[in-house]
């Protein structure tokens, strides 16, 4: 069974770091693209970042680029997401997403995953 389980959402300061982890299992989770997503209320889910399945190479929206990163473990299965330099459009419920199948132009492509989390939520107050 697939699961990707996420952690770390709270409520935090403008201006403060934030780490994610994403716990998978159930799939070939070395082979997989991996990333975030997110979603504020009234809006669309949208990209955040991902981690390309053959390269290792980073992708990040351009609204966190240069305050976010992206890592993961192959070993512990693990995804993380750092945040830094929080700002209050930063809130929203914060998804992980993995696929073993995603073509790169698809990368910022939601309904291109096969596997989701159930999300966590990150508040960001000014």
């Known amino acids: 069974q697939v699961q990707l389980v996420e952690s770390g959402g709270k409520s935090v300061q403008a201006g403060d770091s934030l780490r994610l982890s994403c716990a998978a299992s159930?799939?070939?989770?070395?082979?997989?693209?991996v990333a975030w997503f997110r979603q504020a209320p009234g809006k669309e889910r949208e990209f955040v970042a991902a981690?390309?399945?053959?390269?290792?190479?980073?992708y990040f929206a351009d609204s966190v680029k240069g305050r976010f990163t992206i890592s993961r473990d192959n070993a512990k299965k693990t995804v993380d997401l750092q945040m830094n330099s929080l700002k209050p459009e930063d809130t929203a419920v914060y998804y992980c997403?993995?696929?073993?199948?995603?073509?790169?132009?698809?990368?910022?492509?939601?309904?291109?995953?096969?596997?989701w989390g159930q999300g966590t939520q990150v508040t960001v107050s000014s």
């Open positions: 981690l390309w399945r053959t390269t290792g190479r980073t």
């Open positions: 159930g799939f070939a989770f070395s082979t997989a693209t």
């Open positions: 997403a993995a696929s073993n199948t995603l073509i790169l132009s698809s990368l910022t492509t939601a309904r291109q995953y096969a596997y």
